[in-house]
Every structure is written in C-alpha cells, then in structure tokens.
C-alpha cells in the first residue's frame, strides 16, 4: 500500500505562484507514474499533470500548459507541482496519484491505484 502525503497548498492571489508537493510513503520507489489533479466544488475531478517516472517525460493539461510544470525533485524525494501565473479559476483541491503500471492512461483518474488526501488551493482576485 502506498500512501501519498500532498503538501504547499493555501491561499494565493491571482497572478501568483505556488509549489505542491506529494511524497510517496516507500523509500524505494519506482511507480510507472505520477499525476497531479484538481477537483473544484460541484465539478469532476480533472486531469492537471503528470510525469513518467524513469523517462521523467512529463505531460500537461492545455488549460496549465506554460503555467505549471511537474517534476521530480530528487532531493526532497517528491512529485512538485510548480504553479506559475494562477487564476481564479485553478482553485480545487488538488490531489496527487500514483500509478505503477502502464495499464491505463494517465491523464485520467481511472488509471490511477494510489490518491493522496488533497491539499487546497485558493486563487483570489
């Protein structure tokens, strides 16, 4: 069982920047990938970014492209989520996911096996 702990969420404004974390609960970890997503209230759960793991490739939704960028930070051993140019519309709580195999597709929830608790992100005007 792999637990995810996601950390850097709070309150922001817009045009601002913020820096998410997860950290895997396994030292030895080499999952097939990870992802970053964001549910807003009354809406799906959506896709944000991810990163295959050993190409370190990484993937992102249109509405983020150019603002946020995913990688690996190894000395911290985390997943970061760096969120440049935020608008009021990126507020969600976002939640970070694991997956360890290449069965499904990675821009979706569905192809994910592990999920963090979520942190909060408020952009305000």
């Known amino acids: 069982q792999v637990q995810l702990v996601e950390s850097g969420g709070g309150l922001v404004q817009a045009g601002g920047s913020l820096r998410l974390s997860c950290a895997a609960s396994?030292?030895?970890?080499?999952?097939?990938?990870m992802g970053w997503f964001r549910q807003a209230p009354g809406k799906e759960r959506e896709f944000v970014a991810a990163?295959?793991?050993?190409?370190?490739?990484?993937l992102a939704a249109s509405s983020v492209k150019g603002r946020f960028t995913i990688f690996r930070d190894n000395a911290k051993n985390t997943v970061d989520l760096q969120m440049n140019s935020l608008k009021t519309e990126d507020t969600a709580v976002y939640f970070c996911?694991?997956?360890?195999?290449?069965?499904?597709?990675?821009?979706?929830?569905?192809?994910?096996?592990?999920w963090g608790q979520g942190t909060q992100v408020t952009v305000s005007s």
């Open positions: 396994e030292r030895t970890f080499s999952p097939y990938a």
């Open positions: 996911a694991v997956t360890l195999n290449s069965m499904g597709s990675i821009s979706t929830p569905s192809g994910y096996a592990y």
């Open positions: 990163i295959w793991w050993r190409s370190r490739g990484t």
